[in-house]
């Protein structure tokens, strides 16, 4: 899954909101926004924040979710409008849950 980029939007309008995103940012403000500038506001949230420790980094120890992207998503930031067919490999929680082949 894609961060929710502060929004109380799931699934598949998640995945829709983050692409129409490039009508104002290009991709890599968009992606980055919705992952990295989030992970820095959850700790402001004090007791509320749902995820004690590290995030939006790779380091062991750290709450980290991995997708792997058939594309690049820096010159196409659609496909995440289809994360079924174009994320071939997620990882939450350090859980593999897709490990789509490659072709």
């Given at each position: 899954m894609v961060s929710r980029s502060g929004t109380d939007v799931?699934?598949?309008?998640?995945?829709q909101f983050l692409a129409k995103?490039?009508?104002?940012?290009?991709?890599?403000?968009?992606?980055k926004q919705a992952t990295a500038d989030t992970a820095?506001?959850?700790p402001l949230?004090?007791?509320r924040n749902p995820y004690p420790g590290k995030l939006s980094v790779v380091?062991?120890?750290a709450l980290a979710d991995l997708l792997l992207v058939d594309s690049n998503p820096l010159e196409n930031l659609d496909l995440v409008?289809?994360?079924?067919k174009n994320f071939v490999v997620i990882i939450k929680d350090?859980?593999?849950?897709?490990?789509?082949p490659q072709k």
């Open positions: 799931t699934g598949d309008q998640q995945s995103m490039v009508w104002w940012y290009s991709p890599a403000e968009a992606l820095k506001l959850l949230s004090g007791l380091q062991e120890g409008k289809d994360p079924g350090g859980k593999i849950y897709k490990n789509t």
